[in-house]
């Protein structure tokens, strides 16, 4: 999903030349990549994840002027596109599994295999685990952002990486002593 199609959701409701418009378009176009990559492993479907940012797109534009502080933009898209993702589910009620993707809706992948299997481990994860570690590995937030994003203390945080990593580690070894790989 290409940026501009996140910035045409706002263009209406602004002037054509406003430092909010400005600030906002600024944040999606440098954080829109990562909100969609956060928001396709929440949910696993590329046209859903696509929703997902485009509706915490508009949550954000209409709250635009509540945001406090913008060096913490990114820590508040993300919170947005992650209640955004939740009210999905609660309104679908259907989770997917990695047996519900067609191989086209997975994005280019160096080795599918692996990938996949990765994917797959990670996804095993508790969601209480893995939320966390993507928002660490595929948002590059800190600790402390994180406990933001999810409303719970930092050292919570750390605690679920390090039994995320701890978890990941098992299944790995146990994947590599099955194919006799070993670690």
Same mark, same amino acid.
Request: proline fraction near 3%; glycine fraction near 6%.
């Given at each position: 999903? &290409?940026?501009?199609?996140?910035? &045409?959701?706002?263009?209406?409701? /602004?002037? =054509?030349?406003?430092?909010?418009?400005? /600030?906002?378009?600024?944040?999606?176009?440098?954080?829109?990549?990562?909100?969609?990559?956060?928001?396709?492993?929440?949910?696993?479907?590329?046209? =859903?994840?696509?929703?997902?940012?485009?509706?915490?797109?508009?949550?954000?534009?209409?709250?635009?002027?509540?945001?406090?502080?913008?060096?913490?933009?990114?820590?508040? =898209?993300?919170?947005?596109?992650?209640?955004?993702?939740?009210?999905?589910?609660?309104?679908?009620?259907? %989770?997917?599994?990695? %047996?519900?993707? %067609? /191989?086209?809706?997975?994005?280019?992948?160096?080795?599918?295999?692996?990938?996949?299997?990765?994917?797959?481990?990670?996804?095993?994860?508790? &969601?209480?685990y893995r939320e966390p570690l993507l928002l660490q590995v595929l948002g590059g937030f800190t600790c402390?952002?994180?406990?933001?994003?999810?409303?719970?203390?930092?050292?919570?945080?750390?605690?679920?990486l390090t039994r995320a990593r701890q978890a990941l580690r098992q299944r790995f070894a146990s994947a590599n002593a099955v194919r006799g790989t070993g670690s």
């Amino acid at each position: 999903m &290409g940026n501009q199609g996140l910035i &045409g959701v706002w263009r209406e409701k /602004e002037p =054509l030349i406003s430092p909010k418009r400005d /600030e906002f378009e600024q944040a999606v176009r440098a954080y829109g990549a990562i909100l969609y990559r956060f928001a396709y492993w929440l949910c696993r479907d590329r046209h =859903l994840a696509e929703d997902i940012v485009q509706d915490a797109c508009l949550r954000a534009w209409n709250a635009w002027s509540d945001l406090r502080d913008p060096s913490q933009a990114k820590v508040w =898209l993300m919170a947005i596109v992650r209640n955004e993702y939740l009210r999905s589910r609660s309104r679908s009620r259907n %989770d997917l599994s990695l %047996d519900d993707v %067609d /191989e086209n809706q997975l994005p280019q992948m160096l080795s599918f295999a692996e990938r996949l299997e990765t994917e797959e481990m990670v996804s095993r994860l508790p &969601g209480t685990y893995r939320e966390p570690l993507l928002l660490q590995v595929l948002g590059g937030f800190t600790c402390a952002e994180i406990a933001g994003i999810l409303g719970t203390s930092e050292g919570a945080v750390m605690t679920r990486l390090t039994r995320a990593r701890q978890a990941l580690r098992q299944r790995f070894a146990s994947a590599n002593a099955v194919r006799g790989t070993g670690s």
